[in-house]
């Protein structure tokens, strides 16, 4: 099992931009994918991005393309997301999650086994 640990989330106004962390342990990363997802109020978990650990392989929503960047430092054990141009509409509470089998490539909660507590990122108007 994988233990997950978000930070980095806050306040900032829009146009702003924040980095989020994931710090991982207890078990080997190699060929699992790590993603980080956002759930705003009364909406359901949507994806926002995903790295494989290999680093090979990137995926991003629509919504946060050519704004978000997912990067991972394997030697920290940790994964980034780093949020440029920040909108009132990316206010959620973000969580970073553990692919549940290797190799697989997805962004689809089902497939992630491991996920952090989560970090609140509000972006004022």
């Known amino acids: 099992q994988v233990q997950l640990v978000e930070s980095g989330g806050g306040l900032v106004q829009a146009g702003g931009s924040l980095r989020l962390s994931c710090a991982a342990s207890?078990?080997?990363?190699?060929?699992?994918?790590v993603g980080w997802f956002r759930q705003a109020p009364g909406k359901e978990r949507e994806f926002v991005a995903a790295?494989?650990?290999?680093?090979?392989?990137?995926m991003y929503a629509a919504p946060v393309k050519g704004r978000f960047t997912i990067s991972r430092d394997n030697a920290k054990i940790t994964v980034y997301l780093e949020m440029n141009s920040l909108k009132p509409e990316d206010t959620a509470v973000y969580y970073c999650a553990a692919g549940a089998r290797p190799l697989s490539f997805s962004d689809s909660p089902a497939e992630f086994g491991s996920w952090g507590q989560g970090t609140q990122v509000t972006v004022s108007s």
């Open positions: 207890g078990r080997t990363f190699s060929a699992y994918t």
């Open positions: 790295i494989r650990w290999s680093g090979d392989a990137l």
